[in-house]
């Protein structure tokens, strides 16, 4: 049996909630493990991922993963965050470096996950199940491939239990990472990250930001439906499934899903992997 998980982000309007907890509605039938949700790095929007994993913890009863990010929070903010999460009974986190917001000129008090994971271990012990952040095609920041997976190690050494991965579209490239990280002395998890193509623009926006490789063959496939949004969908919920058939049959027994909010696309692909 494969388990699943899901990423949500934290919803900032009335729309945007109604929007989740429509989602959440639907996807919470397919018994996740567990859900993420997003770090909203910076002043006010702080309070939005608290908010959420409330909501999905008191009123949908879900197991959630709340991130936290190097980015745009103190010691002292992180710790408050820390004791919060353990009182609404969260036991999983995810840690992240996470990206520098526009307008922001520098970190918090932390530059690298690592020294998140340390931090985190030294204000709570073995409290959280902690994630962190892999890179099956390379940090798009890191010198080469190997400096990439040895700070993926350091992470590791500072107490994480397991990694999930950017999203990706070649399981090669994710066989290769695994057989790596494994060669190097890595035995912890690291869940495929998978990212459902439900609007094309939009994904090829996010890729270029975070440096996953859309292959050509699917780019030009989906430049060739233009305006046709349901042959777009049908052909992204077959390329996504068929990567998840792949990467079960290579011995992945949990993916974790990139929802953007939205179930529909998602919900296909795990009714297209059966």
């Known amino acids: 049996m494969t388990a699943i998980s899901f990423e949500f982000f934290p919803p900032k309007t009335d729309e945007q909630r109604e929007q989740l907890e429509r989602s959440v509605q639907k996807l919470k039938a397919r018994s996740p493990e567990y859900v993420s949700v ?7 929007t702080l309070s939005y991922t608290p908010e959420t ?46 990206d520098m917001p526009s307008g922001m000129a520098a970190f918090g008090d932390f530059r690298y996950a690592n020294e998140l994971v340390e931090f985190i ?40 239990n397991g990694a999930i ?3 990706f579209f070649n399981a090669d490239a994710y066989f290769r990472f695994r057989d ?14 998978i990212m459902p193509i439900g609007n094309f623009s939009q994904l090829k926006r996010f890729s270029d930001l975070c440096g996953a490789e859309i292959p050509r ?5 989906m430049l060739a439906y233009g305006d046709d949004a349901e042959s777009v969908r ?8 068929n990567l998840c058939r792949q990467l079960v049959a290579g011995g992945v027994d949990a993916l974790h ?12 692909v795990i009714d297209a992997i059966g």
């Open 257 to 268: 899903f990139y929802t953007l909010n939205r179930a529909k696309t998602t919900l296909a």
């Open 180 to 193: 790596d990280a494994r060669r190097l002395g890595i035995t912890q998890p690291i869940v495929p990250g």
């Open 38 to 44: 997003t770090f909203g790095a910076g002043g006010s």
């Open 53 to 98: 994993v409330r909501h999905l913890r008191q009123e949908h009863g879900l197991d959630v993963a709340p991130h936290l990010s190097c980015v745009g929070g103190t010691r002292a903010e992180i710790a408050n965050l820390l004791q919060l999460y353990r009182a609404l009974g969260c036991k999983r986190l995810v840690a992240l470096r996470g």
């Open 217 to 221: 063959w699917i780019s030009k496939r």
């Open 165 to 167: 991965t950017q999203y």
């Open 234 to 241: 049908s052909f992204g919920v077959e390329i996504v499934a």
């Open 121 to 160: 271990r030294a204000e709570t012990g073995d409290w959280f199940h902690i994630e962190v952040g892999a890179y099956p095609e390379t940090h798009p920041q890191a010198d080469d491939a190997f400096v990439d997976l040895a700070n993926l190690k350091r992470k590791f050494a500072a107490g994480a």
